[in-house]
């Protein structure tokens, strides 16, 4: 008889990507610079109300492949488009450590950086992303990731399920990354920028 394997990963659950009490990115302007975490001797910590705003992930040791999902506001109009495509940046970089046995200190490497775009499928009603029911603007799901720069383990930034309003998803290799660090900014790219962002994540 054969035996029945259920892969681990099928049950790891999204996590909404927050710190504190804050849920958005909503940091203007550019993203950190590539060299901005090539050295720390303690290690970098999040923070979304302080600049430059990035998330910082620690996947498990198990952990192969790390799935992005983006959120933003306002939600995409169609009615005014193409005028109104709420528009940000995203920067990526993995994170190593260096030890001598007692005092651990880190390097990372910048993995590369896409374009993500709002969409109109909203998070209404939930309790664990933005629902628009408090102060924080309900999320949207993203409708389009673009990478600009992909610099990240082979086979790179593989995009899942980038059709219209189908909400993709963003995979990279994690194995050998310790953590990751995420940035967001909010960008226009030739278009409006959006007000807030956000993501999801998972390991897979």
Request: overall charge negative.
């Amino acid at each position: 008889m054969a035996t029945k394997v259920n892969p681990v990963t099928q049950q790891i659950a999204w996590t909404y990507a927050t710190e504190g009490a804050n849920v958005y990115f909503d940091q203007t302007g550019a993203l950190s610079d590539p060299q901005t975490y090539t050295y720390a001797a303690t290690n970098w910590l999040s923070q979304l109300g302080a600049s430059p705003q990035r998330i910082v992930v620690t996947p498990s040791v198990e952990c192969n492949n790390l799935a992005l999902k983006f959120v933003g506001s306002p939600a995409y109009s169609v009615l005014t488009a193409p005028t109104n495509r709420y528009r940000g940046l995203v920067g990526i970089w993995g994170v190593s450590q260096v030890s001598d046995g007692s005092n651990p200190e880190f390097l990372g490497e910048v993995l590369g950086s896409a374009m993500v775009e709002v969409g109109i499928v909203g998070a209404s009603g939930s309790s664990i992303m933005p629902d628009g029911n408090g102060t924080p603007p309900e999320a949207y799901f993203c409708r389009i990731i673009e990478p600009k720069i992909d610099r990240s383990l082979f086979p790179g930034f593989r995009i899942v399920g980038n059709e219209q309003e189908a909400c993709p998803i963003l995979l990279l290799d994690a194995m050998g990354y310790k953590h990751f660090i995420i940035e967001m900014r909010l960008s226009a790219e030739g278009q409006t920028a959006a007000s807030e962002l956000g993501f999801l994540y998972r390991e897979i």
